[in-house]
């Protein structure tokens, strides 16, 4: 038996939790979000990714209730969400800067709204201690948000926003405080908690990675559209478009005309280099300008002309950037055009057979490269 994959967008007959119809936000006359409409299901840990004043933001606002639309709907469970005042929408947000009650236990910070919704003592006591197990806190819960590290009062943060058991948790940047080895860890916990209380979660990141780490699905953003909603394999591998490719991990993008031939389009983008191939389904018509997306690691570096590669071009290593377990060489075309490529090193750094100037040769397959309209 196989697992079942989860892909509630692609059956026709699932229901999303929450649907965004036409939805506008202007502040003045900037548009924020500018007539969107997508669908986020139950169970899903979608993301929302971009750089700084794309919009993402003001869409979690939206869904939390600290902003209204200019235009259109949001639903959640098919319900008009515009009415519900933000403390009755079956929603959390979990804050970047946390806001904790510094005077208040880690008990009494996670019990905090259970106490406000007046629920009997004992339900508090058992879901607080469900909560405190659930994100591995159970021997801190006497000690005060000072008393505790930063990944201590992010989970802190986490079981206070799930203690109510909402249908919908909203994490803005959750993670921006911590530092990087610490966020890889969280971003597994974060996981962990998502898959076992079932919350449908939001996040709002401008970390690439972290989006493609957690979520099921990533919508990429940019001044107030989602340009690409899919899951984190088909955006790297299958992005729509070259700002899509481009945010998302390292990419050479290579500007040219497109003309068909044979299973897919012979690109010209240079006087005096070599015409790339590429297969691809997409339709382009003659001499129709286009860009190749290819990502460094699909590109081999070799000091001889290989015999039988479909694309091959010939450069000058102009940096090398070494990362440890990979190294990633910017090779500069007679043309000007950096094409990267990235390899393993699983040789001492001493006998690596590249170095700074060396002429050497980049090839790739026909279909390692995504073809893209303008």
Known sequence: MGQTVFEPWNDPDAKPLIQFKNVTKRFGDFVAIDNQSFDIYEQEFFALLGPSGCGKTTMMRMLAGFETPTEGTILLGGQDIAPIPPNKRAVNMMFQ????????SIWENIAFGLKRDNMPKDKIDARVA????????????KRKPHQCSGGQRQRVALARSLAKAPKLLLLDE???ALDAKLRQDTQFELM???EKTGTTFVIVTHDQEEAMTVA????????GKIIQADTPARIYEMPNSAYVADFIGDVTIISGTATPAGDGYDI?????QPILHAKSDIQLAKAQSCHLAIRPEKVAITAEKPADAANALQGKILDIAYLGNLSTYHVELAN???VKSQTANTRRLSR???TWEDEVWLSWTDTAGVLLKE
């Open 352 to 354: 690596r057979s590249f």
């Open 268 to 272: 010209a983008f240079a006087e005096g």
């Open 192 to 194: 962990d908690i998502q």
């Open 174 to 176: 959750p993670l921006g």
């Open 336 to 338: 000007g055009q950096v």
């Open 216 to 223: 099921s699905r990533v919508a990429v953003m940019d001044h």
């Open 130 to 141: 469900e909560m405190l197990k659930l994100t591995r806190l159970e021997q801190f819960a």
């Open 97 to 104: 800067s946390y806001a904790l009650f510094p005077h208040l």
